[in-house]
């Protein structure tokens, strides 16, 4: 391996470790704030990809249909909810909310496809469609969950991940899907070649960092999520909904994997099932995290990403292999560094 | 299984006389359901010890299946071994990886498990289609049909017969295993680990034993496979068949082992149907059951988390035992003759979290054969020197020592091997389990039984000392007309006698009460009281943590009081009553 290989693979790996890193991000983020460990982030990604690729050929992509289905198991849901609450008062603005303002995005995107609109614009209507399901498969989901414990949430969580694969199956059909790049142009240096592509995917996952850094540290509503990761009941009782705090998340979480899968959509090919091993890499950098930390997932995930991209120069065959064999080692310096007080009930 | 009555022997009885019958006039489809429903059981049963009951979660075990089934591929198609030869390969193989897998995994919390078996359920299965002297994608053929001395099991049916006999084998000794000193101790586990301790359970090990156990049995299920197909790859051996293992045991209800069955059976010809409905169903193929797998678990989880199999056990009476057999205690301990001796002596402790300091400096002893009484206002400090002593808190300085043997690196259970009893202030009992259960947890040291002895049920005449043992101190505590009830049905008053009883089915040389008399009636706490007096003069050490003062008064025979952290006085009831100090603590200033 000479130095132009390796630096070929470090920008690969550095890349791919951006994209990692905003599902890393996602998956602490999802956490933190409802103790759900959110398996199905893969699939939110891949949704990004396909829709993005739909909206590109110009017809409906999937994604309208299970804003749809979405849309109508949360109307049902909420009435069911509100009759029992006895709160049929309220249940207009809910439904508006639920299933109005899906509907509506599902609309929206099945008009748009065949009128070609401009990349940028198709980019912000996928981005608008995917985060959407965010919100919407908590309320269906987790939301009737919120007591439970995290290993629960963790059984429902695969649950879902089968589910989204299954409709994703459905929706999208089974063949994979690319995007075009955002730009062909390169940059040299030296005997190095960057392409723009990646330095735009490295750039935007830097950007967002950032925002959410500053979301959370200098917004109120960023001190509200906090609050609710630090403690339910105390942020309860300062006035903090928790079903707020995880619509919130689940959006902003969603808005993240959808982001990611438009940025991975140039680099490789997206089908309905490549979310799982995607997130599941995210994962390592999140638990590299310890779950909770955003920098330390952030750069657990850059790190994936290098020794994917090193391990597939040397053994292309076993680089899923190495990559999640990693957690083992992992693991083992996270039980080592942490004397931990269990009680897991 | 949380206190599940057993299954009424009439209903065991039909279940076997169904599976005999399938065989006999079932179609051959059926045959091979049920030797996929069987091969199944024995990986869910797994997933019921390790998840249902010890609360450990797993997606990984697709892998040891595959485990099993390509240890045995390998060998018996490389050299003309017996696959008998090769089951107890396949079983070391397997138990090595868990061992090590579990070694590292499950010191981590909860979460972080079943993270980790997903991620070498994927590791495992790419490993297996990517080694060439495996076939690779395309797998292993040719392998050898088992033979039983001599008979050569060559079709389905055939089959049928070993798989279900392994299966009900198995399906007998996890139950066995349940019903005994570790299967107790299991029990505990799940949100227990902490008090199961205290009374000498080692928690790590114990949920290592759970997770080898589990994967043997998926072992034992590949090896099966691997003999029944002839035929291996790697696609069964993915982390979505890990996954479905788990929802078979979710599903069926991962509280009892029929929940293994229930599960793996539901799933399986569920799985069945929707194959061959969706498709035309929908107009097009493709996996589309595991939609309807993940909405049954969403829904199941919101509404019924406990699984099927408890509305299935309602349909049949319960049997319940309402005797405890009659068999000799298990031997005590050689009573401490020594009176007025120190036996636990505190020398300058200190606890402090962060800048606050609970613990400050404290000393005092107690003398064997006495009742020392803790005593201070809120926030003295008490609960914390309490944790100290019974090694659920780490010192941050100075020293505590049992009989000369300084406590400060000892884990609880090596605390409670010294022959230190203790009860908590806020109630654990395992709700689920009956009285005599919960109070022959106490006894876990006083017995030897291991899963082995447990599993084949060689434990019987320890278990029935076991429980004699556990009878009789409810007996003394006062509770013996509530020897089966389920400890939450009883009010929380009871629930903490019950606690002292546990405490005493321990044989302990000392101890330690943490608030006892909390929520007590008049009535309750006189018979505590009684109760406590008659075991100090049998020769037992007492350290009571108490807020109620006239308890403590009447009961000590001498008293420490603390405040913030600091020992305010110490001495006879009587004197520390007359204390300025103490008055001035307690009244703010006379």
Redesign the interface.
Known sequence: MDLSIAALLAQDGITNGAIYALLALAIVLVFTVTRV?W?PSGEFLSYGTLTLAGLQLGKAPGTVGLLVALAIVAGLVETASSWRQGALARLPRRLLFWVGVPLLIALVLARAAPLQWPFPVQVLLTLAAVTAMGPLQYRI?YQ??AD?????L???S??????L???G??FFG?EGSRTPAFSDASLQAGAVVFSAQSLFVVLASLLLIGVLYLLFGATLYGKALRATAINRIGARLVGISPSFAGTLTFALAALLCAFSGVLIGPITTVYYDSGF?IS?KG??GA?IGGLVSYPLAAAGAILVGLLESFSSFWAS??K??IV??L??PV??W??LATR?H???? | MRGAPAVPRIATAAFVALLVAVPLIAPPFWVTLGNYIGLYSIVALGLVLLTGVA?Q?S?GQAAFVGLGAYTSAWVTTQAPVSPWLALPMALALTAVVALA?GF??L??????L???T???G??LY??FG?LDWLGGHTGIGGIPPLSIGGFSLRNERHYYALIWVVALATLWASRNLLDSRPGRALRAM??G??MAEAFGVNGARLKIVAFVYAALLACLSGWLYAHLQRFVNPTPFGI?QG?EY??MA?IGGAASVWGAVVGAALITILKEVLQDVLPSL?G?S??????V???L??VL??FA?DGVWPWLARLAPARRARAVPAAAPLPSRAADPSRDVAILTVHRARKTFGGLVAVDDLSFEIRTGEILGLIGPNGAGKSTTFGLISGALRLSGGDIAFRGQSLQSLTPYEIARLGIGRTFQHVRLLPHMSVLDNVALGAYLRGSAGVLRAALRLDRAEEARTRAVAARAIERAGLAAHTFDEARSLPLGTQRIVEVARALAADPVLLLLDEPAAGLRFLEKKALADLLRGLRSEGMTILLVEHDMEFVMGLTDRLVVMDFGEKLAEGRPDDVRQDPAVLEAYLGGV
Do not use: C
């Open positions: 460990i398996i989901v009737p969950l439970a414990s995290v290993l629960v963790l059984i429902v695969v649950a879902v991940h089968f589910v694969t299954g409709l199956l459905w089974a091993l599941l994962f390592v638990i065959a076993f899923e292999v999640f064999t957690i083992i693991l083992l996270r039980s931990h269990e009680e897991d009930e | 609360g979660t997606f897998l590292i995994t010191r981590m919390k909860g979460h972080y079943p993270l980790a997903i991620a070498w994927i590791a790419l490993t990517n799940k949100g680990l902490e979505n996954i788990l929802f979710v929908l097009r493709g996996n589309f059951e595991i939609v797998f993940g909405v678990m969403i989880l919101q988390r």
